[in-house]
């Protein structure tokens, strides 16, 4: 029943995240939870491979409409996959409460930053200054990925919308970039993972199927402010589903 549960959770969290770049760790890690999962060993390591899975099979439906900059992608991907193995260390001393809260707030926060939708600089990046951003982003994001078991999508769907690329090209670039560095800190969770290899099997294989469709839906169907909206909501109401929780 479990495994029913946990692809049944994956396929529908991957059909709407895709959507919009991101695994769905932010509500796969809540939801395995739920299910009985333990949150540090049991829902992080398998909602990150999850994550990694949509992203990286969205990432090449993107890629192939022309929504990922790869210019973008290579350096933020690079400072993810240093950074994210560090945060996943940094997790194993972390209280679980306080992992919730954290991964509470940031959904609302960035949710509410993407919504605005209105870039943050007046004139276009130097290739230096994108370089700059892509390196310090993705520590940043990498880091997080690793310590609260989240894709990171939303911060780096956040930093690109708010510096000016289009959110299109936003959520197909971040898909790649969130899929290395949700399967760099699978990796090291995976050393005390509880989980078993058929929850492991049964939600890749879910997150396959979901997120092969969501991703065509979005680049066949969805303009740039309805992915705006569509990330906005999500985020906003899992947050404040979680901290519900957390406290």
Excluded at 130 to 146: D, H, K, P, Q, S
Excluded at 193 to 203: K, Y
Aim: aromatic share 8%; net charge positive; proline share 2%.
């Amino acid at each position: 029943m479990q495994v029913f549960g946990v692809a049944l959770a994956g396929f529908g969290v991957s059909f709407v995240f895709s959507m919009v770049g991101a695994g769905g760790s932010q509500v796969m890690v809540p939801l395995l939870f739920w299910m009985g999962l333990d949150f540090k060993t049991g829902a992080i390591p398998l909602a990150l491979l999850e994550s990694a899975v949509t992203c990286f099979s969205a990432g090449v439906v993107y890629s192939r409409s022309g929504l990922v900059l790869m210019s973008v992608a290579v350096p933020f991907a690079i400072s993810v996959l240093v950074a994210a193995p560090l945060g996943a260390l940094v997790n194993f001393g972390v209280s679980s409460n306080l992992l919730m809260f954290v991964f509470a707030i940031s959904n609302m926060v960035v949710g509410l930053a993407v919504l605005r939708g209105k870039s943050v600089v007046t004139n276009p990046l130097s290739r230096r200054s994108e370089i700059t951003l892509c390196v310090v982003a993705g520590l940043a994001v990498g880091f997080f990925i690793g310590m609260i078991g989240r894709d990171g999508a939303p911060f780096v769907l956040a930093a690109l919308v708010l510096v000016g690329y289009d959110a299109r090209e936003a959520a197909g670039t971040s898909s790649i970039i969130v899929a290395a560095g949700c399967l760099a800190a699978f990796l090291v969770h995976l050393t005390r993972t509880t989980v078993g290899w058929e929850l492991f099997l049964a939600g890749s294989l879910a997150c396959l199927l979901g997120s092969q469709l969501g991703s065509r839906l979005m680049t066949e169907r969805m303009g740039s402010r309805s992915v705006e909206l569509l990330f906005a909501t999500i985020m906003f109401v899992v947050g404040l589903i979680i901290l519900i929780q957390a406290l």
